[in-house]
């Protein structure tokens, strides 16, 4: 064996990254509802899939947001 077993340092070291991906999946997307805001908004341009888009603004209309990019601010905002 290349290290002893009884090692605590090894061990622990061996130990921890399991340990982390049990934690990331305790953090899970939470997807914010709707809170109207007074920030002055400005127009961006990016690209999506169609059927990206199509899940986005059932979701946004879910949560009750009015709109796709409302629900995106506010779901950025919360990262």
Same mark, same amino acid.
């Given at each position: 064996?290349?290290?002893? /077993?009884?090692? =605590?340092?090894?061990? !622990?070291?061996?130990? @921890?990254? &399991?340990?982390? *991906?049990?934690? =990331?999946?305790? !953090?899970?997307? &939470?997807? /914010?509802?709707?809170?109207? @805001? &007074?920030? =002055?908004?400005?127009?961006?341009?990016? $690209?999506?899939? /169609?059927?990206?888009? %199509? %899940?986005?603004?059932? *979701? $946004? %209309?879910?949560?009750?947001? /009015? $709109?796709?990019? $409302?629900?995106?601010?506010?779901?950025?905002?919360?990262?």
């Amino acid at each position: 064996m290349a290290f002893e /077993p009884h090692n =605590k340092n090894i061990t !622990e070291a061996l130990r @921890t990254p &399991t340990e982390n *991906v049990a934690n =990331k999946e305790e !953090e899970a997307l &939470t997807i /914010p509802s709707y809170q109207d @805001t &007074t920030e =002055k908004t400005q127009n961006y341009t990016f $690209s999506l899939q /169609p059927s990206l888009r %199509k %899940k986005l603004t059932a *979701v $946004s %209309k879910e949560q009750g947001f /009015p $709109s796709a990019s $409302s629900f995106l601010n506010s779901l950025i905002n919360g990262l």
